[in-house]
């Protein structure tokens, strides 16, 4: 499988809202509600963010959303937080019980 | 609380193997998907495969199939991942990580080990 695509990098001033797209295809993203969303902060472990395209895990702050339209699932964080600045990553159920990952995006609050 | 325990880094020359434990603690073994996901330096999250501790079952993406094995030991709580003929680009931190309940169909992971660096280097 190929990876989804995710933009490199994105950015916002603090109390902004971004948006992170990822793009996949009709046999992943496209087919199946299993978009999960993962924040890696450097030299950490990734933190799950979101699971089944829009669900937050018990502690996860509501300033994080998920939403998908056809191949393309988004993240949402709205008023940004010097804390937010770290790398994020989708995931998508990718059929056949294999999955596959984003490329990654960088986010930089300003 | 659930862990996720690695053991430690490695330093493998090309062509060998490398195999990587995982010890869970803080929940029911054989009750969830353990995932292992791996992430060369400086790159992005890539996908290796999954394993059922219950039934044993695994599943692999097709770039490591043949090439990679997952295992456990029920009794002690353990996966195992073992990759055979290393290369340089198979440098990188590689995780386990836990997945959905063996029961359910859904797809993510929830806790992650803290890593365990392989480099491959002659």
């Known amino acids: 499988q190929s990876a989804l695509t995710q933009p490199a990098s994105v950015s916002g001033s603090p109390g902004q809202s971004i948006t992170i797209s990822c793009t996949g295809t009709?046999?992943?993203?496209?087919?199946?509600?299993?978009v999960s969303w993962y924040q890696q902060h450097p030299g950490k472990a990734p933190k799950l963010m979101i699971y089944e395209v829009s669900k937050r895990p018990s502690g996860v702050s509501n300033r994080f959303s998920g939403s998908k339209s056809g191949n393309t699932a988004s993240l949402t964080i709205s008023g940004l937080q010097a804390e937010d600045e770290a790398d994020y990553y989708c995931?998508?159920?990718?059929?056949?019980?294999?999955?596959?990952f984003g490329g990654g995006t960088k986010l930089t609050v300003l | 609380q659930v862990q996720l325990v690695q053991s430690g880094a490695e330093v493998k020359k090309p062509g060998a193997s490398v195999k990587v434990s995982c010890k869970a603690s803080g929940y029911t073994f054989t009750g969830y998907y353990m995932h292992w996901v791996r992430q060369a330096p400086g790159q992005g999250l890539e996908w290796m495969g999954r394993?059922?501790?219950?039934?044993?079952?695994?599943n692999y993406a097709q770039k490591f199939q043949g090439r990679v094995t997952m295992t456990r030991d029920t009794s002690i709580s353990t996966a195992y991942m073992e990759l055979s003929r290393l290369r340089s680009d198979d440098t990188a931190v590689y995780y386990c990580a836990r997945g959905a309940p063996t029961y359910s169909s859904s797809w993510y992971v929830d806790y992650w080990g803290q890593g365990t660096l392989v480099t491959v280097s002659s």
């Open positions: 009709s046999s992943d993203v496209g087919s199946y509600n299993l």
């Open positions: 995931c998508s159920y990718a059929g056949s019980s294999t999955g596959v």
């Open positions: 394993i059922n501790p219950n039934s044993g079952g695994t």
